[in-house]
């Protein structure tokens, strides 16, 4: 086969040296070279492709021959970003390897023999397609992966999904949740939804078979109507999932931004990944507008429908239309009547059982006797509840010292609180700060005032970024500071370090985030809700969110600019890992003396310049 100067001259270098690493990222491969095979000495082995490769560059490797088996010395394999459809069972004859990264690759399916090896420590699969294996679990690592398959003896099967009603404020949404839940429900004026309200809509066997699905089985649907004011749109973002369905509504006399709609798209595609969305124009019985939906589809590919309804007497069958629709999209779910272990489908009913009847969250002793009850032990118990906590069947925190003892069954529980500090009149003059005496007050009723020290936590917990504790003992909020910028203390200069990270669309509460995530370094309380001054060894940086530019912009001083630089990038990047596929690429100034003392220097992408 004919190699790339790269991959020619890095293989020679084995040959002649006697290498043990061999690096053949971005080289253009459409297999492995079969010289690969004979370097029996070899102990890593990389074939990856970074986000700057272009396709010429690109690894194509869609397989491994059988001979990878030579490589009794591998103990690291890596084909991050390639095209791997499926593993040689051989792959298990490299008894040394502890690494093996398939990082976003096309696998289907893995093979048990590759998961038992006894050597493997460290297993990469997120981003692969598979039919079998949960992607919440393959996205767990080597032990999660291993405690499935030990698990699966037994079948049994989930036919289960969430719907999530998104969109402005006043359009309707919890009219239509209510009328997909309610067959008798008759429109009134509602109360806008504050957070989150979560509700069940049973869809009958029967009705699967009137639409001529190939599931006869009833498939339970829990409805998330999402409030649509402002303040909740960031923290909404924690309750967006992947393998859901989404509704998109609007209303037919509601002169829409399309900037509204692209910011819920893009949403949806940061966080929903590939699920299915349902563009809905409520109120259509009154003069209604027209919406390109053909130019969001182009730049959506996942909207499966447009639909226009109105809940009014008279267009019962606009509702009916629109329902049956719906039904065909979930029943089509890649994931409905994914096979599980049984014991795990049982827990989950036994869980469900206990929501019902009331109960918001269980204490771990309780949640752990029902898992021994199905005969699983306390590492059982936590990697079923790491699963529901991925799916959203539960949540349980296992890594805080302070939530670890609570699995939460109830999401509006948990939203509800929080928005109750948010959403507080006193904490909003405030500017989101608040104290102990105001925690006592504002969760004084009896779902509350007996967890109020798990509620803090939760909203401090790294997953949310909605608090933090300042030095007087008191918390603020960043989501509720002022807007307008203030001033502080600042000394430009041309040895400065400037850095943008510049988005294709940037998610709302990045910054927020940041301000609670990087808190121990604010220099006197030098924030508002689009910046902040941090200060470290004699070092500050001023951080600023542009949101209407798509950008975040650093500006750094003093002694030790690349070391405060380094933990601000973690930390961005650390928010970034929440989101799937977040288009944002680092920009580094030009330092030349023209650009140096211009006010719009030229930018070079940070990626290209490591």
């Avoid at 791997?84 to 792959?91: F, S, W």
């Avoid at 997120?126 to 499935?148: C, H, Q, T, V, Y």
């Avoid at 014991?343 to 059982?353: A, F, T």
């Avoid at 995530?517 to 604010?522: C, E, L, S, T």
Wanted: negative net charge; aromatic residues 10%.
């Amino acid at each position: 086969m004919n190699l790339s100067p790269k991959a020619a001259r890095n293989i020679q270098k084995v040959l002649d040296y006697g290498w043990q690493t061999l690096d053949l990222s971005d080289c253009g491969l459409t297999e492995i070279p079969e010289e690969v095979y004979n370097f029996d000495n070899l102990v890593t082995l990389k074939l990856d492709n970074d986000p700057y490769s272009d396709s010429q560059t690109r690894n194509k490797i869609s397989e491994i021959s059988p001979k990878i088996g030579n490589l009794k010395n591998l103990t690291k394999l890596s084909l991050i970003n390639n095209d791997l459809i499926g593993l040689p069972n051989e792959l298990a004859q490299c008894k040394k390897l502890i690494t093996l990264n398939l990082t976003n690759n096309k696998l289907s399916k893995l093979n048990n023999e590759v998961a038992d090896m006894a050597s493997l420590k460290t297993l990469f699969l997120k981003g692969n397609p598979f039919e079998f294996l949960p992607p919440e679990i393959a996205d767990r690592g080597i032990d999660s992966i291993r405690n499935f398959f030990k698990e699966l003896d037994e079948k049994d099967y989930l036919f289960e999904v969430k719907l999530i009603i998104i969109g402005e404020g006043r359009v309707g949404k919890t009219c239509l949740s209510k009328a997909l839940r309610d067959e008798k429900y008759v429109l009134e004026d509602e109360t806008s939804t504050e957070g989150i309200s979560i509700g069940s809509w049973d869809i009958a066997e029967t009705e699967m078979k009137k639409i001529g699905s190939s599931i006869h089985h009833e498939i339970k649907v829990n409805v998330w109507d999402f409030g649509g004011q402002e303040i909740y749109h960031s923290t909404h973002q924690f309750f967006l999932t992947k393998r859901s369905v989404y509704i998109l509504v609007t209303e037919s006399r509601k002169e829409d931004s399309h900037d509204d709609f692209y910011y819920w798209l893009n949403i949806i595609k940061l966080l929903g990944d590939k699920s299915p969305v349902i563009m809905v124009m409520n109120k259509c019985d009154q003069p209604s507008k027209e919406l390109p939906i053909q130019e969001y589809r182009k730049a959506f590919d996942n909207i499966r429908d447009f639909q226009k309804i109105s809940l009014k007497p008279g267009y019962e069958d606009t509702l009916e239309s629109f329902k049956t629709i719906l039904k065909r999209i979930v029943s089509s779910l890649s994931h409905i009547g994914t096979p599980l272990p049984k014991k795990w489908v049982d827990i989950r009913k036994e869980l469900e059982e206990i929501k019902q009847s009331g109960k918001d969250y269980i204490d771990f002793k309780e949640y752990k006797a029902i898992c021994e009850k199905h005969y699983r032990n306390e590492e059982s118990a936590l990697f079923l509840s790491e699963y529901f906590h991925d799916l959203g069947v539960a949540l349980h925190f296992q890594d805080d010292i302070d939530l670890r003892q609570i699995v939460i069954l109830n999401h509006e529980w948990i939203t509800q609180g929080v928005y109750k500090i948010l959403d507080n009149r006193k904490v909003i003059e405030q500017k989101g700060r608040f104290n102990n005496q105001d925690l006592l007050e504002v969760w004084k009723d009896e779902r509350y005032k007996d967890k109020i020290k798990e509620l803090i936590s939760l909203m401090k917990n790294q997953k949310f970024d909605l608090c933090f504790e300042l030095k007087n003992g008191e918390y603020l909020a960043p989501r509720l500071l002022p807007v307008d910028e203030i001033n502080y203390p600042w000394q430009d200069s041309q040895d400065n370090l400037h850095v943008e990270f510049r988005y294709k669309f940037m998610p709302k509460g990045i910054l927020t985030r940041l301000i609670v995530k990087r808190h121990i370094d604010i220099k006197d309380e030098m924030f508002w809700r689009y910046g902040v001054l941090l200060e470290h060894e004699d070092t500050r940086a001023i951080i600023r969110e542009k949101y209407f530019e798509n950008k975040i912009t650093i500006n750094l001083e003093g002694k030790f600019k690349k070391e405060l630089l380094a933990i601000i990038r973690k930390t961005i990047i650390e928010i970034h890992s929440d989101f799937n596929n977040l288009d944002v690429i680092e920009m580094i100034p030009c330092n030349c003396t023209a650009c140096s003392n211009s006010d719009s220097p030229h930018f070079y992408e940070y990626g290209l310049l490591r």
